[in-house]
């Protein structure tokens, strides 16, 4: 019998990925996107952050579940006063209350010791240009550990702080010179990886990590310790 994961924000480019690795290792994968709203089939499942209807008609929709990765994320790349109020809520809404409200409508569907993931950022400890995401991915930090020390039925709750993802949709709205810099700041002189944190993703569902809870793994390069 294969075990269930939802991916949120399937079609992203992380998202992407993790699908492909998760099915590689037989894991039957359910994901969720706006894009997926005239789909048909069970495993691509509409959902939306600014419709209520979809967030609430999820938990109908879904198996039980053995582990949830949360792959949304909104960079402006804006300074904080260059910020519309609007765009400070979609930037909160994206990466930290969806989630959140997620969460809060399918508790009920995660199987003892599921594993919960949230895609945090670098941004989210080491501060960014862009104050409104560096914050809203700092929130990731205090849910997960809140979660952890609540947990019931062995559910681990924890969250990766990947450094900038090679070909992944941030990497793409960077400059040449802006992804040479961040090369030339991270000590290992490489990015990321899409597979790469793909494979992490998988490795931290399984029994070796039962003990990880409440934690986020940096995954920089050494840019920021």
């Not at 508790?107 to 594993?115: D, V």
């Not at 790469?196 to 070796?208: G, S």
């Amino acid at each position: 019998m294969s075990n269930n994961c939802l991916i949120i924000g399937s079609k992203s480019s992380l998202g992407i990925e993790i699908e492909r690795v998760f099915k590689r290792n037989s894991y039957k994968v359910f994901g969720t996107s706006r894009s997926f709203k005239k789909k048909s089939d069970e495993t691509k499942i509409f959902l939306d952050f600014k419709d209520i209807e979809s967030l609430n008609q999820l938990e109908k929709k879904i198996p039980s579940l053995d582990c949830i990765i949360f792959c949304t994320g909104l960079l402006l790349g804006k300074e904080l006063n260059n910020y519309k109020d609007e765009e400070i809520f979609r930037v909160f809404q994206t990466n930290i209350i969806g989630p959140i409200m997620i969460l809060q409508r399918i508790n009920k569907k995660l199987n003892q010791k599921c594993s919960v993931i949230f895609t945090g950022s670098i941004a989210g400890s080491a501060g960014s240009y862009d104050e409104v995401y560096a914050s809203s991915k700092s929130s990731i930090n205090g849910l997960i550990k809140s979660l952890a020390k609540k947990s019931k039925k062995s559910i681990r709750f924890n969250s990766i702080a990947p450094g900038l993802i090679k070909n992944s949709t941030m990497y793409k709205q960077f400059k040449p010179e802006e992804i040479q810099n961040h090369i030339n700041n991270t000590p290992t002189n490489e990015l990321n990886e899409l597979k790469k944190i793909a494979k992490i993703c998988l490795d931290l569902c399984q029994a070796d990590w039962s003990q990880l809870n409440g934690q986020t793994i940096d995954i920089n390069g050494g840019r920021y310790v």
